[in-house]
C-alpha cells in the first residue's frame, strides 16, 4: 500500500509543483490533471486495502474523472477566450484583478 | 308657576346666547329678542308674585346638586320668598324698561346687539342672585354681576375714562368681596353649610359663638359695602358714570348696588344675632349717606349728582336694616326690615326713572353740565315732566312713592335721636339738590345758546318707558301706606309680621323737610333771593371739601394706589434684576455645559468614529499588496495555510508525524516559499515599474 500512496504523492507533488510554477495556463491545467490523477490512485488504493468489498473508491474516481473532463473543457474554453482578446496564454500578463 | 320661577332666571341667558352666536348681526332682530325674553320673565315674575301673594308666610325652595363631597354639598336651588318675589318683578320690570330705552338711545351704536347681549346677561346674573338659596350660589352669580357691571361700565372702551371707570369698578367692589369670601368661608367651617336656611336656623339658634357671627356678619357685609358703593368703598360708583346712561339707569337702581342691599335683607338673620355688627352697618349706612348728600350739593354734572344721590339712598337703606338688626337684636320692634326693603323697591323705580330722564336730556343738549343747560322744559314736552315726577319722588313729595318709603326709614330711625336728625337732614338735603338740578336743567333762562336751539325730544322708544317708570315712581309706593293696610310691610316682612308706628306725625315732618328743601332750592335757583355763589363764598372749605368729594379719590390714590404702584415697580426690578438675573445665569451656565458636551462629541466620540475609519484604511492600505492579481500567489498563500492546519490539526490532537511525511511536507512547504517569494519579489519588481 505503500508503493500506492508513494507513487500518488510524487504524482501530486509533481502536479502541484507543475501548477505552481508553469506560466503557461495549458501547462498549469495538465499538472491540475496530474493531481486529480494523484487522488484517483489514492482512492482506489484506499477502497482495496480498507474496505476490499466496496466499490465506493472506483466509483468517486469516475466521478472525478468526468468532472476532470468536463473542468478541462471549460478550462481550455477560458484559455481559448483569452488568447483571442490577448494573443496569450502566459499567466503572469494576465493579472487585471489586482489591487 | 312658582315651580317654573327658574325660567325667569334663564330667559335672559337664553337670550344672551342667541344674541351672541346667532342673531350678532342683525341688530333690530336681537333687541326686540332680548326685549321678547325679559318682557316673558316680567310676565312670568308678576304670575310668581300674585301666586306669592296668595300664600303668604310660606316660600317655596328647591336645590339640586352640582357638587357633593361627602356630607358637603354644593347646590344650585331657589327659594321663592315675598322678598325673592318683589325683587324680581322689579328686576325684570326696570330691566323691561331699560331695553326699550336703549333701542332709542344705543341708536347708530356699532355694538348694538353686542350691547343687548350684556344687557341680557346682567339681567340674568341678577335675576339668579335673587333667586338664589344659598350662600355660595348667591356668591357665583354676584361675582357674574360684577364681571357684567365691568363689561356695561366699559362698553365704550376707546375711552380712556370708561376704561377706567370700569376697571375702578371691578377692583374696587373685588376689595369688598375679599370679606366676603371670609364670611362665606366662616359660615362654611362654622356650619358646615351654605343653605340660607340651615344657616340662619343655626346661627339663630346659638350653635355659633357671638363673637364669631359679629365677625362673619361684617365679613358678608364687606361684600354689600362693595357692591352697594357705601363708605368706604363708593368711589367706584361715580365713575361708573361713564357707560352709557341705560347702563347708569340699571346698575343705579335694580341690579348691581341693589345686590347689596338685597344681601344684607337676604342675610338678615345672621345680623339680628349680633347687635355690633348691626350697629356698624348702620354707621355706615348713615355715614355714607350724608357724605354723599354734601358732595351732590354742589356737583354740576347731571349723572354725577345722580350717582351720589344713589348712594345717598344706598346708606339709607343699610342703615334701616342695621337698625332693625340693632333693634331686634336688643328686643324692640322695629320696622327697619321692610322700610329698607321697600326704599329698595320705590328707589329702584325713581332713580331709573331719573337716570333715563337724565338720558334723555343728555341726548338732546349733547353735555352733562347743568349749568350749560336751562330752559328745556319748552323743548321737551315729555321727559321734564316724568323727570320732575322722579324729583318729587325722591325728595319726598307727599304721596309719592319716595315719601312713603322714605317716611318708613325715618319711622325707623326713632329711638336712636342721633340717626333720626342726620336722617331728616340728609332729606332735606336730597330734596334741595335733586330740585337744584331740575331748576337748573328745565326752567329759568337757557345758558348756553346754542346747546338750548338743537335740544329735541327724544324718540318714542325712549319716552315710553320713562311714561311707566313715572306711573310707577308715583304708585308703586301705595303698596304700603296705612289706607291699604301697610300691605308691602305685612307682605315683605321678617320674622314676626308687621308693627305700628305713628304715622301722622312722621309724615307731617317729612313733608315739612322735603318741602323745605325744595322751597330752599326754588329761592336760590328761580328767584334768585339767595345768592348761592355767596354761600359757597361763605363756606369756602366746605365748599371745596364737596366739590373734592372729600378728597377719597385723592386719598386713595396716595395711600393706596402709589404705595402698590412703588412696590409694583420695585418688584419690577427685583424681577428684572434678580430673577431674570437667575434665569439667564441658567442659560449661561447650559450654554456653558453645552461646548463642553460639544468638546467630547467633537473630539472623543467623533474621534473615536473617524478614528476606527482610519484604522480600517490603514489596514487596507498595507493588506492590499496582498491583492496581486495572480491566481497561483493566492493558490500558494492557501497552499502554505493548508499546511499550517494540519500541522497545528497534528499539534493539537498530539499526533507524532512519521518522518517520512513530515519530510514531504517540509519539502513541499520549502518550495512553496521559495516560490511564493519569487512572485512577491517580481511584483515589487513590476511596481516599481509602473511609478516609473
Known amino acids: ?99 | 308657576m312658582t315651580e317654573h320661577a327658574y325660567l325667569i332666571v334663564l330667559l335672559p341667558l337664553f337670550s344672551f346666547l342667541t344674541i351672541v352666536f346667532a342673531l350678532r348681526w342683525k341688530e333690530q332682530v336681537s333687541a326686540v329678542f332680548s326685549v321678547g325674553m325679559i318682557a316673558t320673565s316680567l310676565i312670568m315674575s308678576i304670575m310668581v308674585l300674585i301666586e306669592t301673594l296668595g300664600h303668604q308666610g310660606d316660600y317655596y325652595a328647591a336645590a339640586f346638586s352640582i357638587v357633593e363631597l361627602g356630607a358637603f354639598k354644593l347646590q344650585l336651588g331657589m327659594l321663592i320668598d315675598p322678598l325673592t318675589a318683589m325683587m324680581l318683578v322689579v328686576v325684570t320690570s326696570i330691566g323691561t324698561c331699560v331695553e326699550i330705552y336703549s333701542i332709542g338711545y344705543m341708536k347708530d351704536d356699532p355694538r348694538f346687539s353686542r350691547f343687548f347681549a350684556y344687557l341680557s346677561l346682567f339681567l340674568f346674573s341678577m335675576l339668579g342672585l335673587v333667586i338664589s338659596d344659598n350662600f355660595f350660589m348667591t356668591f357665583i352669580f354676584w361675582e357674574l354681576v360684577g364681571l357684567t357691571s365691568y363689561l356695561l361700565i366699559g362698553f365704550w372702551f376707546e375711552k380712556k375714562s370708561a376704561a377706567d371707570a370700569c376697571k375702578k369698578a371691578f377692583l374696587t367692589t373685588r376689595v369688598g368681596d375679599l370679606g366676603f369670601i371670609v364670611g362665606l368661608l366662616m359660615i362654611m367651617y362654622y356650619c358646615g353649610t351654605f343653605n340660607y336656611a340651615e344657616v340662619f336656623t343655626m346661627i339663630g339658634a346659638g350653635a355659633v359663638p357671638s363673637g364669631i357671627v359679629t365677625i362673619l356678619a361684617i365679613g358678608v357685609f364687606c361684600g354689600a359695602v362693595g357692591k352697594s358703593a357705601q363708605f368706604p368703598l363708593h368711589a367706584w360708583l361715580p365713575d361708573a358714570m361713564e357707560g352709557p346712561t341705560p347702563v347708569s339707569a340699571i346698575v343705579h337702581s335694580a341690579t348691581m348696588v341693589a345686590a347689596g342691599v338685597y344681601l344684607v335683607a337676604r342675610t338678615m338673620s345672621i345680623f339680628i344675632a349680633s347687635a355690633e355688627a348691626s350697629m356698624v352697618v348702620a354707621v355706615i349706612g348713615i355715614a355714607t349717606s350724608l357724605m354723599a348728600a354734601t358732595i351732590a350739593l354742589v356737583q354740576v354734572d347731571i349723572k354725577r349728582i345722580l350717582a351720589y344721590s344713589t348712594i345717598s339712598q344706598l346708606g339709607y337703606m343699610i342703615m334701616a336694616l342695621g337698625l332693625y338688626g340693632v333693634d331686634t337684636a336688643n328686643g324692640h320692634h322695629s320696622p327697619g326690615f321692610y322700610a329698607g326693603t321697600f326704599h329698595l323697591m320705590t328707589h329702584a323705580f325713581f332713580k331709573s326713572l331719573l337716570f333715563m330722564g337724565a338720558g334723555s336730556v343728555i341726548h338732546a343738549v349733547h353735555t352733562n353740565d347743568i349749568m350749560e343747560m336751562g330752559g328745556l322744559w319748552k323743548k321737551m314736552k315729555y321727559t321734564a315732566p316724568v323727570f320732575l315726577i322722579g324729583s318729587l319722588s325722591i325728595a319726598g313729595f307727599p304721596l309719592t312713592s319716595g315719601f312713603f318709603s322714605k317716611d318708613e326709614i325715618v319711622a325707623t330711625t326713632f329711638g336712636h335721636p342721633v340717626f333720626t336728625v342726620l336722617t331728616l337732614l340728609i332729606a332735606f338735603m336730597t330734596a334741595f339738590y335733586m330740585w337744584r338740578l331740575c331748576f337748573l336743567t328745565f326752567f329759568g333762562e337757557p345758558r348756553v345758546a346754542h346747546r338750548y336751539e338743537h335740544a329735541h325730544e327724544s324718540p318714542n322708544t325712549m319716552t315710553y318707558p320713562l311714561f311707566f317708570l313715572a306711573f310707577m315712581a308715583i304708585f308703586a309706593g301705595w303698596t304700603g301706606i296705612p289706607a291699604l293696610k301697610h300691605g308691602f310691610a305685612s307682605f315683605v316682612a321678617h320674622g314676626e309680621g308687621y308693627v305700628p308706628h305713628a304715622d301722622w306725625v312722621n309724615y307731617i315732618v317729612s313733608s315739612i323737610v322735603g318741602l323745605s328743601g325744595i322751597g330752599l332750592a326754588y329761592l336760590m335757583y328761580i328767584k334768585k333771593s339767595i345768592s348761592a355763589d355767596k354761600i359757597a363764598e361763605k363756606f369756602k372749605p366746605l365748599y371745596n371739601l364737596f366739590w373734592n368729594k372729600w378728597y377719597f379719590d385723592e386719598i386713595y390714590q396716595a395711600a393706596i394706589i402709589d404705595p402698590i404702584m412703588t412696590f409694583g415697580r420695585w418688584m419690577w426690578t427685583f424681577d428684572g434684576k434678580i430673577i431674570d438675573g437667575a434665569v439667564n445665569g441658567m442659560a449661561t451656565l447650559t450654554m456653558w455645559w453645552a461646548d463642553v458636551k460639544m468638546w467630547i462629541d467633537k473630539w472623543i466620540i467623533d474621534g473615536a468614529v473617524n478614528g476606527a475609519g482610519f484604522i480600517v484604511r490603514m489596514a487596507g492600505s498595507v493588506l492590499k499588496y496582498l491583492q496581486t492579481g495572480r491566481m497561483q500567489f493566492y493558490l500558494i498563500l492557501s497552499m502554505i495555510l493548508v499546511i499550517v492546519m494540519i500541522l497545528l490539526k497534528f499539534e493539537i490532537a498530539h499526533i507524532n508525524i512519521e518522518w517520512p511525511s513530515m519530510t514531504v511536507i517540509f519539502i513541499i512547504a520549502v518550495l512553496a516559499l521559495s516560490i511564493a517569494s519569487r512572485f512577491v519579489s517580481e511584483d515589487a519588481n513590476q511596481e516599481s515599474e509602473n511609478e516609473k
Open chain 1, 1 to 99: 500500500m505503500v508503493a500506492y500512496l508513494s507513487v500518488a504523492a510524487v504524482l501530486f507533488s509533481l502536479g502541484l509543483f507543475g501548477v505552481l510554477t508553469r506560466r503557461n495556463i495549458i501547462g498549469i491545467l495538465m499538472s491540475l490533471e496530474l493531481m486529480f490523477n494523484a487522488v484517483n490512485i489514492n482512492l482506489v488504493a484506499f477502497n482495496k486495502f480498507v474496505w476490499p468489498g466496496e466499490l465506493t473508491g472506483q466509483l468517486f474516481s469516475l466521478f472525478i474523472i468526468v468532472v476532470a473532463a468536463a473542468e478541462a473543457v471549460v478550462g481550455l474554453a477560458i484559455v481559448l477566450l483569452l488568447y483571442r482578446n490577448w494573443q496569450d496564454i502566459t499567466n503572469d500578463n494576465i493579472n487585471v484583478l489586482k489591487w
